[in-house]
């Protein structure tokens, strides 16, 4: 299990991760897996970070699972051993469930396939270099996308539209893409981590309360709920932000006309 597979790096208050088969279009493998499940973890549990990047080397995002690999039916030890401690380890590192209390920024080059498309559906804010490929590719070699797909992407994008790419596997482009909703922005080919970088310090110069509150509502109370409802879990949430350290300091930094200095207290 080669958990270089994946990179994890710091940079500032952003946790960037970097999938690292270049030479297998990224495709998914046990130690990437791993590293990723760790990396969401690391995320939650350090009050440094305030948001994720997920990026992919080698000019491709992920191209889903290794259908070779797949194929040759071989189980990798150290994975199983994973997988009885943390039996839904493979989907957490997908953002199926369990995602992180923080922002993920997708910023994809290339080919967004199969695995590659379900994951980027965890993520909150999507930057495409104007090349880049989606699509869900799992019908045509007699698979069944549980990245969460059939679920997500018809409340994502327009339900014709998910049902046409989940159906027929068809692939789309970063322009379809962005007219769809699937992503958020389009950059030239090469640039998508950089305007990741950019939009990340801008999360990063806000309040950590604050962000860590918006995202749990978004996480957590999507159109299933009833509005009425909805708004209840919102006071619930978004209240306490008002008693901390870092909205007397907002105010202040406002009337003294300064950038505030928020510590996530």
Request: glycine share 8%; net charge negative; charged share 30%.
């Amino acid at each position: 299990m080669d958990t270089n597979h994946a990179i994890v790096e710091i940079d500032k208050h952003t946790l960037i991760i970097t999938l690292n088969r270049p030479e297998k279009r990224n495709a998914l493998s046990p130690g990437m897996l791993v590293t990723v499940y760790e990396a969401w973890r690391q995320l939650d549990n350090d009050d440094n970070l305030r948001c994720a990047i997920l990026t992919g080397a080698g000019g491709t995002f992920c191209s889903g699972a290794d259908l070779t690999a797949m194929k040759g039916g071989n189980e990798d030890s150290e994975m199983m051993k994973k997988l009885e401690e943390i039996p839904d380890l493979h989907w957490q590192a997908l953002l199926r469930h369990n995602r992180p209390c923080k922002p993920v920024i997708a910023a994809v080059e290339g080919f967004a396939l199969a695995g590659g498309t379900e994951i980027l559906q965890g993520t909150d804010i999507r930057v495409a270099g104007k090349s880049s490929t989606f699509g869900l590719t799992e019908p045509q070699r007699g698979l069944f996308p549980l990245g969460g797909s059939t679920i997500r992407l018809r409340r994502q994008i327009p339900y014709t539209l998910a049902a046409e790419m989940l159906l027929t596997g068809r692939r789309v482009s970063a322009e379809e893409a962005l007219d769809y909703g699937l992503i958020g922005h389009i950059v030239e080919d090469g640039h998508a981590l950089e305007k990741a970088k950019e939009i990340a310090e801008r999360i990063c110069d806000n309040a950590p309360l604050s962000i860590k509150a918006i995202t749990k509502s978004l996480r957590e109370f999507d159109e299933s709920f009833h509005e009425v409802d909805a708004l209840k879990k919102e006071i619930e949430i978004g209240e306490p932000v008002f008693a901390s350290e870092d909205t007397i300091e907002g105010l202040t930094a406002f009337a003294e006309k300064r950038k505030p200095i928020f510590k996530g207290k």
